[in-house]
């Protein structure tokens, strides 16, 4: 199986937040960040793995400002470490004020998934191809996640 490059899954959605995303206050429901996280995330490990993938665990998401409507969410998802069957990818959530390009570092996040084969059993994904330096921050950093997770497990 032939590695590759951190930059060949990188992913970049951007969505415009309305009124339909909106929870009781009028901010954007954290839910529907959420949502949108997973996918990029998703789509990040899929391009990698080339297989479907599911999500394993989200380590955490904390909300640090509101998205209001009229917004633009743009989500930038990038493969942090592979295992044998699971990636970990990182989502950086940035919310535009599209009018004055104002841009608000709003959350991000680490998911976990794991590639299928076509019987929807865990599959093989490529090795990662490290570049720069901070390709190999983010890994070694995944990695001590990784093995804190497996402790968990325990």
Known sequence: MQAKRVKD????????????H???????????????????GGLCAMRH??????????????????????N???LQASLNWVGHT?????????????LTGER???NSAFLVYVA?????RP???PPLTLKTEEEKRRWSEAEARQQRRLERKK
């Open 9 to 20: 899954s990188q992913v970049t959605l951007n969505h415009l937040m309305l009124p339909e």
């Open 22 to 40: 909106t929870n009781p206050l009028g901010n954007i429901h954290g839910g529907v960040i959420m949502k949108l996280v997973d996918e990029a």
């Open 49 to 70: 793995a080339q297989k479907p993938v599911v999500t394993v665990t989200i380590d955490s998401m904390t909300f640090h400002s509101p998205v209001q409507v009229g």
């Open 72 to 74: 633009v969410l743009t």
């Open 86 to 98: 699971s990636l970990e990818v990182g989502v950086r959530v940035i919310a535009e004020n599209p």
């Open 104 to 106: 608000t570092h709003t």
């Open 116 to 120: 299928l084969d076509a019987q929807g």
């Open 123 to 125: 599959s093989q994904v």
